[in-house]
């Protein structure tokens, strides 16, 4: 709503925008609108728009930050596509499991400190809040390397932030 309807284009503030790619997966096309969206939000003055490479930001978390973090009570199957399937129900799952089944105790708090209750319905929250911001930079840089359709390494985490620190 907020890039929708340009409540912050009212404040003349320069903004970067990063919008979720929903494919699911690598060799699925971005949707046309998508690209329109972001062939327009580039052309605007003052604004940078970016479609992930990944399906949405909890396919950015690092299967080591999972591991190491539940005490290697909860891991992800190889077969599950980490850049496209939908991790926060496969991470709901699993993690259900590993407190069922393994007895995994799992104090996952928010940006606050508060407390997450450890269940499937709080996944998208637990990878945001709590996984994601516990990930090592390497963690980090290593999720967000990707290759471009010339061939050329690249990594959009590091993209991002470098258009944040231009247009701050």
Do not use: C
């Amino acid at each position: 709503d907020w890039i929708e309807r340009g409540y912050l284009d009212k404040l003349k503030l320069p903004q970067v925008i990063i919008r979720d790619s929903d494919r699911s997966a690598a060799a699925m096309p971005l949707d046309i609108k998508k690209q329109e969206w972001h062939r327009n939000i580039n052309s605007q003055p003052g604004k940078v728009a970016f479609i992930t490479q990944k399906r949405n930001m909890d396919n950015y978390v690092h299967i080591n930050a999972l591991v190491r973090l539940t005490g290697g009570k909860l891991t992800i199957p190889s077969s599950f596509d980490l850049d496209f399937h939908r991790m926060d129900n496969e991470f709901g799952d699993r993690l259900s499991d590993a407190i069922k089944n393994d007895g995994l105790i799992f104090n996952a708090t928010d940006l606050s400190g508060n407390h997450i209750r450890a269940r499937k319905e709080n996944a998208k929250h637990i990878l945001a809040a709590y996984i994601i911001r516990n990930m090592t930079a390497d963690e980090i840089k290593e999720r967000g390397a990707y290759t471009d359709a010339n061939g050329k390494s690249k990594n959009e985490i590091i993209e991002w932030i470098s258009a944040i620190q231009t247009h701050i």
